[in-house]
């Protein structure tokens, strides 16, 4: 990532941290005595997370840095940051955004994580699944942490039946289209996007025995769309505790996992 990136992923943290009465007044060490203040100890923290490095590889002293990413962690501060910069984003032209919805998931090979920990038969590796819906521009909507050897169809259902990180009355009013692999091929899905209103696009699974979905030329054109989910996982990846995990709890995995789709999504802001 660029300097300029990195300098962005700081200021919107630092921005949503300030705009929140509540959340800036926990943060505001200037009544404190303390020898760093939050300019200086929250781009060390984004650091440590991003590249997965030791707490003690930074010059602040490490038992300062750690209690003030507990905070961040037990406030949501990193996910929360991402669904306002997602609803400021998805406001404009929904249309276009959310017309063609995918969905995909994509296994963290596993270091040091002791929950939702499997093994994949596939990948042939213990792991860690994480699932997104995007937009049109593989923004996810939809964030999902599960076991590794969770099917991806039952994944994908879970999410259906979960509530959404945008408006979903926006999302009703501007949603066409559902894009998925043959991994979802399933009467279930069909079923639920169809009640849900959605054309689903799947690519059909070779072993079972009746194809469901003959593309034409017009599906094999919207289907060809589905691209933009694989550049998501590509770029999710990007972030070195995304690629591996090297978090023990979901729930500090889940941060770097917001903090990494923060990154993404303001390339589009």
């Not at 038992?63 to 003030?68: A, E, F, G, M």
């Not at 003959?214 to 989910?229: E, G, P, T, V, W």
Request: aromatic share 12%.
């Amino acid at each position: 990532m660029s300097k300029l990136n990195n300098l962005s992923l700081i200021n919107s943290i630092k921005t949503y941290i300030n705009n929140n009465k509540i959340y800036a007044k926990h943060f505001d060490f200037s009544y404190k005595t303390q020898n760093y203040s939050l300019d200086e100890v929250l781009p060390e923290i984004i650091k440590i997370i991003k590249y997965a490095n030791p707490w003690r590889s930074s010059y602040i002293n490490h038992s300062t840095l750690y209690s003030v990413y507990k905070k961040m962690l037990k406030m949501n501060i990193i996910k929360n940051t991402y669904i306002e910069l997602l609803n400021l984003y998805i406001k404009k032209q929904p249309n276009k955004k959310l017309k063609y919805l995918y969905t995909d998931t994509t296994c963290i090979k596993n270091k040091y994580g002791s929950e939702l920990v499997k093994y994949n038969g596939h990948k042939k590796m213990n792991c860690t699944k994480v699932s997104f819906i995007t937009d049109s521009n593989g923004i996810p909507i939809n964030v999902g942490i599960f076991s590794g050897s969770k099917h991806d169809s039952r994944i994908f259902i879970e999410q259906l039946n979960n509530k959404m990180l945008i408006d979903e009355t926006l999302l009703n009013k501007n949603k066409k289209y559902m894009l998925a692999d043959s991994g979802y091929d399933t009467n279930d899905i069909k079923q639920i996007l169809n009640d849900l209103n959605f054309a689903p696009v799947i690519a059909d699974n070779k072993r079972r025995k009746k194809q469901l979905l003959i593309f034409n030329a017009k599906y094999k054109k919207i289907y060809s769309k589905r691209i933009k989910i694989e550049h998501t996982n590509g770029l999710f990846k990007t972030h070195r505790r995304c690629n591996c995990r090297y978090d023990k709890n979901v729930n500090t995995f889940e941060i770097s996992v917001y903090l990494s789709l923060v990154d993404l999504i303001l390339k589009y802001m």
